[in-house]
C-alpha cells in the first residue's frame, strides 16, 4: 500500500503565472483535500474533492481551483499567482466525506512566488 | 469569527519527562478534534483523536484530555523522546456536513537529550 505522494516536491514561479500541482492519494481512498501551509502557521483548508466532485471550499478566491480524478488522483491549480502564494501546499487522502475519516496527508509541494 | 489558537507557541523539555501541549478553541459546534505532528518536511501525521461526548482518551504514550466547559483541549505524552520533537497541531471540527477540520497555529516541541 502507498501512501499519499505529491509532485512536485519544490517549485519557483513568477508572479502573474500559472501553477499545477498533483497529489495521488492513498489506495482505497476516494477523497482528497488541499491546504495551503504559510510558514509557521497551522494548514488552511482550500477544497475537498469526493468521487471527482468538489465537496467543500474553503476562504480562497476562484482562482484556486482544482479536479479529482477517476482514479481518485487530483491536481490544485492556480492562476495569476501571487507572492502571498508562497507555501506549502498539502493534499490529504481519506477513504470518505462527510468523516471523520482520518486524512492521511503528503509531504507536500513547496511554492515560492518570486 | 470562531478560531482554533494554542496557548504557547515552542515547549522545551528533557528528555524523559512528560509533556502537555495545550489550545484553545472557540466554536462551541465542534464535536470531534485532532492531535497531529509534524516533522520538518514531513505533512500532518494524525496522533489521536476525540470526539465531544468524552472528556479523555488515550493511546500509546499520549492522552488528550477535552474540556468543554472551558473550550480547551490538550495532548499529554508521557516518557518524551528525541523523535517527538516536531510541531503539534490541534483541529477542531464542526458538526454536520463535510469533515472539514480547523487547524490552529501549532506548537513546537523540543525535546533535548
Known amino acids: 500500500e502507498t501512501g499519499v505522494t505529491q509532485s512536485p516536491t519544490h517549485l519557483i514561479k513568477t508572479r502573474g503565472q500559472q501553477v499545477t500541482l498533483r497529489c495521488s492519494s492513498q489506495s482505497g481512498h476516494n477523497t482528497v483535500s488541499w491546504y495551503q501551509q504559510a510558514l509557521g502557521q497551522g494548514p488552511q483548508f482550500i477544497f475537498q474533492y469526493y468521487r471527482e466532485e468538489e465537496n467543500g471550499r474553503g476562504n480562497f478566491p476562484p482562482r484556486f481551483s482544482g479536479l479529482q480524478f477517476p482514479n481518485y488522483s487530483s491536481e490544485l491549480n492556480v492562476n495569476a499567482l501571487e507572492l502571498d502564494d508562497s507555501a506549502l501546499y498539502l493534499c490529504a487522502s481519506s477513504l470518505g466525506a462527510g468523516g471523520p475519516y482520518e486524512q492521511y496527508f503528503g509531504p507536500g509541494t513547496r511554492l515560492t512566488v518570486t | 469569527g470562531e478560531s482554533v489558537g494554542l496557548h504557547l507557541p515552542t515547549l522545551s523539555v528533557q528528555e524523559g519527562d512528560n509533556s502537555i501541549i495545550n489550545c484553545a478553541y472557540s466554536?462551541?459546534?465542534?464535536?470531534?478534534f485532532i492531535w497531529y505532528k509534524q516533522e520538518s518536511g514531513k505533512g500532518p501525521q494524525f496522533i489521536i483523536d476525540?470526539?465531544?461526548?468524552?472528556d479523555k482518551r488515550q493511546g500509546q504514550r499520549v492522552t488528550v484530555l477535552l474540556n468543554k466547559t472551558v473550550k480547551h483541549l490538550s495532548l499529554q505524552i508521557a516518557a518524551t523522546q528525541p523523535g517527538d520533537s516536531a510541531v503539534y497541531f490541534c483541529?477542531?471540527?464542526?458538526?454536520?456536513?463535510?469533515?472539514?477540520?480547523?487547524f490552529g497555529r501549532g506548537t513546537s516541541l523540543i525535546v533535548h537529550p
Open positions: 476525540i470526539r465531544s461526548n468524552m
Open positions: 483541529a477542531e471540527n464542526p458538526s454536520g456536513g463535510s469533515y472539514i477540520p480547523t
Open positions: 466554536n462551541s459546534a465542534s464535536d470531534y
